[in-house]
């Protein structure tokens, strides 16, 4: 401890060198916080995703739309035990940048198949299931637009048009839901499917896509094949697959964030131990004599190993808290701004703990060499020099 | 009493490539306590070859070198290094301070290697620094400095720990006269009132002058002079 003045007045020879080795170490952290975020968002919606639950989509595109006759048809195949359905409504609530998905769905039984999902208050799903304007939302999304309950929500239909021919919805808010107290990755707005059903001019009686639940989930892929085989020959064929699968293949169109996220910080680590090792190196050659010096006034080669090896743990450490710092202030307006595209993400102090961890291990990793050959310098060949 | 420092038939040979370089060819030398002696010679003769050896910086080829009877040859490089720390001061040609301390910090650094409160570390600095006259220099990094208030800070830095031994590498060979006059009477202070045995490398007659003794070497051996040479 007594040496940490030492370690830390070397960092300073060159200040601006060392200020702009920081920098990078630091810049290369805050990526790295900012993309273990964003991809931990992906990870976390695909883990909640129950695996008794299967999703039937249109076989040829997302996009086209399920005739509501299939429900009674799916329900009679053994197995399938539960069925709901959501509706892609697009719509705007006052700006388009608001951005959030909006689905009609059944209430009771979208919640009889979403077990994971906690309505409050008591009476929500009651009045949600009985009053026909009536709306519930993601706990995030009452927070973030500061809704409460019995605020009247106008949105405007982008797609749809209205029976009287106008594009205005209002809806009553009646309740909020979260998953243990916890706003979801792609926050929804639900509200009454026959109330749509009933307002719509067109697109009556479809659903954008039909959620199981099974009662015999280790026959899930044969009955995905059953309810596929069912439609095959309709005008309407269908794909089935887990929710796992289906919340996988959703997010591998916006990309493979964990792999790619790898890829970008190993290439940013990589360059970081470079450069960063170079410096060390050469500012290692500077000092020869000075360690020399050091070593002459009784410091042991353990001693200046520790020293000079500190002296890169600590340059990459406190690279690394500027940029978990950085992180924590630029992550919660990066998260808003980006929350249409990746659901919202939080920058978490387990985060912040494995970047402090790879700062250590690169650390080291830039430390070690000089490290050892400071610790094998010889005086007497030093004193030379 | 025993001897300040003793050598018995040191040799010091380096290898160059195939080549056998014989830079000490046995060396017997006896100082006593208290003595302030100057190694004189011409280039390449081994001067720095033997301080280093009797600084215990390095281990001779063959023979023995005791120091206040302490036999430095059967020392390992960690207790060596202990020893150094509590025993012998060392003064270069180009002072060899750490450029990023200040000239306190310089001088408190072998006191990082004691068990010294920082209290009492930053108290022996400031009067080491005060026995050199720099008292007022004492927040100035070295960059700061003239060579002669370098050196002086060197010296500092040296005698901080209190050892009995200063061994000295041409300590005024990059100042010029008058600064140099000043430190050689700075060194025969140490050396008169506070007891401190001091060799002395030196190329300059007239700083050899200032010390009790002169030794001369010659290709690895000591030749000649008013030295106790054995
Ligand atoms: N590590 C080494 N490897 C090879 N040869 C060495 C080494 N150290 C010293 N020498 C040789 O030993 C001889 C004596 O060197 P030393 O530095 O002791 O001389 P010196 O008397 O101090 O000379 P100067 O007055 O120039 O400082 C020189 O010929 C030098 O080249
Ligand atoms: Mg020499």
Same mark, same amino acid.
């Given at each position: 401890?007594?040496?940490f003045?030492?370690?830390?007045?070397?960092?300073f020879r060159?200040?601006?060198?060392?200020i &702009?080795?920081?920098?990078s170490?630091?810049i290369?952290f805050?990526?790295?916080i900012?993309?273990?975020?964003?991809?931990?968002?992906?990870?976390?919606?695909l883990d909640?995703?129950?695996?008794?639950?299967l999703?039937v989509?249109?076989?040829? *595109?997302?996009?086209?739309?399920?005739?509501?006759?299939?429900?009674?048809?799916?329900?009679?195949?053994?197995?399938?035990?539960?069925i709901?359905?959501?509706?892609?409504?697009g719509?705007?609530y006052?700006?388009?940048?608001n951005?959030?998905?909006?689905?009609?769905?059944?209430?009771?039984?979208?919640?009889?198949?979403?077990p994971?999902?906690?309505?409050?208050?008591?009476?929500?799903l009651?009045?949600?299931?009985q009053?026909?304007?009536?709306?519930?939302?993601?706990?995030g999304?009452?927070e973030?637009?500061g809704?409460?309950?019995?605020?009247?929500?106008?949105?405007i239909?982008d797609?749809?048009?209205?029976n009287d021919g106008?594009?205005a919805?209002?809806f009553?808010?009646?309740?909020?839901?979260?998953?243990?107290?916890?706003?979801?990755?792609?926050p &929804?707005?639900?509200?009454?499917?026959e109330?749509?059903?009933?307002?719509?001019?067109f697109?009556r009686?479809?659903? *954008?896509?039909?959620?199981?639940?099974?009662?015999?989930?280790?026959?899930a892929?044969?009955?995905a094949q059953?309810?596929d085989?069912l439609?095959?020959?309709s005008p309407?064929p269908?794909?089935?697959?887990?929710?796992?699968?289906?919340?996988?293949?959703?997010?591998?169109q916006?990309?493979?964030?964990?792999f790619?996220?790898?890829?970008i910080?190993?290439?940013v680590f990589?360059?970081i131990v470079?450069?960063?090792?170079?410096?060390?190196?050469?500012?290692?050659r500077?000092?020869?004599?000075e360690?020399?010096?050091l070593k002459?006034?009784?410091?042991?080669?353990?001693?200046i190993?520790l020293?000079v090896?500190?002296?890169?743990?600590?340059?990459c450490?406190?690279?690394?808290?500027?940029?978990i710092?950085?992180?924590?202030v630029?992550g919660p307006?990066?998260?808003?701004g980006?929350?249409?595209?990746?659901?919202s993400?939080?920058?978490v102090?387990?985060?912040?703990l494995e970047a402090l961890?790879c700062?250590l291990?690169?650390?080291?990793v830039?430390?070690?060499?000089?490290a050892i050959?400071a610790q094998?310098?010889?005086?007497?060949?030093?004193?030379?020099? | 009493?025993?001897?300040?420092?003793?050598c018995?038939?040191?040799?010091?040979?380096y290898?160059?490539?195939k080549?056998i370089?014989?830079?000490?060819a046995?060396i017997?030398?006896s100082?006593?306590?208290?003595?302030?002696l100057?190694l004189?010679?011409?280039?390449?003769?081994?001067?720095?070859?033997?301080?280093?050896?009797?600084g215990g910086l390095?281990?001779?080829?063959?023979?023995?070198?005791?120091?206040?009877g302490?036999?430095?040859t059967?020392?390992?490089a960690?207790?060596?290094a202990?020893?150094?720390?509590?025993?012998?001061?060392?003064?270069?040609?180009?002072?060899?301070?750490l450029p990023?301390?200040?000239?306190?910090?310089?001088?408190?650094?072998?006191?990082?290697l004691t068990n010294?409160?920082?209290?009492?570390r930053?108290?022996?600095a400031?009067t080491a620094?005060?026995?050199?006259?720099l008292q007022?220099r004492?927040?100035?990094?070295p960059?700061?400095?003239s060579?002669?208030q370098?050196?002086r800070v060197?010296i500092a #830095?040296a005698?901080v720990?209190?050892?009995?031994?200063l061994?000295?590498d041409?300590?005024?060979?990059d100042l010029? #006269?008058?600064t140099?006059?000043q430190i050689l009477?700075?060194l025969q202070?140490?050396?008169?009132d506070?007891?401190?045995t001091?060799?002395?490398?030196?190329?300059?007659? #007239?700083?050899a002058? #200032?010390?009790?003794?002169?030794l001369y070497?010659d290709?690895g051996k000591?030749v000649?002079?008013?030295?106790v040479?054995?």
């Amino acid at each position: 401890m007594k040496l940490f003045g030492l370690v830390w007045a070397n960092l300073f020879r060159k200040p601006t060198r060392t200020i &702009l080795t920081l920098l990078s170490v630091a810049i290369a952290f805050l990526l790295f916080i900012l993309l273990r975020s964003i991809s931990a968002a992906f990870d976390s919606g695909l883990d909640v995703s129950a695996t008794e639950r299967l999703v039937v989509v249109a076989k040829y *595109s997302q996009i086209d739309r399920l005739p509501f006759s299939q429900k009674q048809q799916i329900l009679s195949i053994e197995g399938v035990d539960g069925i709901t359905h959501t509706t892609w409504f697009g719509g705007i609530y006052q700006e388009p940048k608001n951005f959030f998905a909006k689905f009609p769905v059944d209430p009771l039984s979208y919640f009889d198949l979403h077990p994971e999902l906690t309505l409050v208050p008591s009476n929500a799903l009651q009045r949600f299931s009985q009053e026909r304007t009536a709306a519930v939302v993601d706990i995030g999304l009452a927070e973030e637009y500061g809704w409460s309950i019995g605020d009247v929500i106008p949105i405007i239909s982008d797609i749809y048009l209205r029976n009287d021919g106008s594009r205005a919805w209002e809806f009553e808010l009646v309740g909020t839901f979260s998953e243990n107290g916890e706003s979801q990755n792609f926050p &929804l707005f639900l509200f009454h499917y026959e109330y749509f059903n009933e307002s719509v001019a067109f697109g009556r009686d479809q659903v *954008s896509n039909w959620q199981l639940r099974l009662n015999q989930p280790d026959r899930a892929d044969e009955i995905a094949q059953l309810v596929d085989a069912l439609f095959e020959n309709s005008p309407d064929p269908t794909k089935t697959a887990s929710e796992d699968e289906f919340n996988r293949q959703f997010a591998r169109q916006l990309g493979d964030m964990g792999f790619i996220t790898t890829m970008i910080m190993s290439a940013v680590f990589f360059t970081i131990v470079l450069l960063t090792g170079n410096t060390m190196a050469q500012a290692l050659r500077e000092r020869i004599p000075e360690l020399a010096v050091l070593k002459t006034l009784g410091f042991t080669d353990q001693t200046i190993f520790l020293v000079v090896l500190g002296e890169a743990v600590l340059l990459c450490v406190v690279g690394a808290l500027l940029g978990i710092a950085g992180g924590f202030v630029i992550g919660p307006g990066l998260s808003a701004g980006l929350s249409g595209v990746f659901g919202s993400f939080e920058v978490v102090p387990v985060t912040a703990l494995e970047a402090l961890v790879c700062s250590l291990v690169i650390g080291v990793v830039i430390g070690l060499a000089p490290a050892i050959s400071a610790q094998r310098l010889t005086i007497v060949d030093a004193l030379r020099s | 009493m025993v001897a300040a420092v003793a050598c018995e038939k040191v040799e010091k040979q380096y290898t160059k490539g195939k080549e056998i370089v014989e830079v000490l060819a046995g060396i017997d030398l006896s100082i006593e306590h208290g003595e302030f002696l100057a190694l004189m010679g011409p280039s390449g003769s081994g001067k720095t070859t033997l301080l280093n050896l009797i600084g215990g910086l390095d281990q001779p080829s063959a023979g023995s070198i005791f120091v206040s009877g302490k036999n430095l040859t059967e020392m390992k490089a960690k207790a060596l290094a202990k020893w150094r720390s509590e025993n012998v001061g060392f003064v270069f040609q180009f002072y060899n301070l750490l450029p990023v301390l200040t000239a306190q910090r310089n001088v408190e650094l072998p006191l990082l290697l004691t068990n010294l409160s920082r209290k009492q570390r930053q108290k022996n600095a400031a009067t080491a620094l005060e026995i050199v006259g720099l008292q007022d220099r004492a927040k100035h990094k070295p960059s700061e400095l003239s060579g002669g208030q370098q050196q002086r800070v060197a010296i500092a #830095r040296a005698i901080v720990a209190d050892p009995s031994l200063l061994v000295c590498d041409e300590p005024t060979g990059d100042l010029d #006269r008058e600064t140099a006059d000043q430190i050689l009477g700075l060194l025969q202070t140490l050396n008169k009132d506070h007891g401190k045995t001091i060799i002395m490398v030196t190329h300059d007659p #007239r700083a050899a002058d #200032r010390a009790e003794h002169i030794l001369y070497m010659d290709k690895g051996k000591l030749v000649s002079g008013s030295g106790v040479a054995v």
